[in-house]
């Protein structure tokens, strides 16, 4: 596809990324929190994600107590939010364009070339 404004080839690519919420790098969040929000806003998302449990029951057996350690909790309003956060930082550049909605991403690539976008 020909971008009109530039003139130049646009390629893209679309992903939709499988369990994105589930395997968030929670330290890496908090660190990118701790340096963007006030502490007392950083303490309240920091025990949202931490301290986290989970109990498998099958028939009349439940499983021992095992900690969550990855991911931002699903359902939850600031789950696809703190995922955005996670991704904010893709890599861009004059030519290259990322989008993302939730757990979605567009990539968009504009060259003269089209070998090359």
């Known amino acids: 596809m020909l971008s009109l404004e ?7 690519a679309f992903l939709d990324i499988s ?3 589930d395997h968030v790098w929670n330290e890496g969040l908090l660190f990118k929190l701790k340096n963007a929000l006030p502490d007392h806003l950083y303490w309240i998302l920091k025990s949202f994600l931490q301290q986290r449990h ?5 028939g009349e ?16 309003i600031l789950g696809p939010i703190l995922y ?3 991704t904010a930082d893709l890599l861009t550049s004059e030519s290259l364009i990322t989008g993302t909605f939730a757990d979605d991403t567009a990539i968009l690539a504009t060259h003269s070339d ?3 976008a």
């Open 54 to 58: 989970f109990i498998v029951q099958q």
């Open 6 to 12: 530039g003139k130049s080839y646009c390629a893209s």
């Open 114 to 116: 089209p070998k090359i």
């Open 84 to 86: 955005l956060l996670v």
């Open 19 to 21: 369990q994105a919420f």
């Open 61 to 76: 057996a439940l499983s021992d107590i095992c900690p969550i350690k990855a991911g931002v909790p699903q359902g939850s």
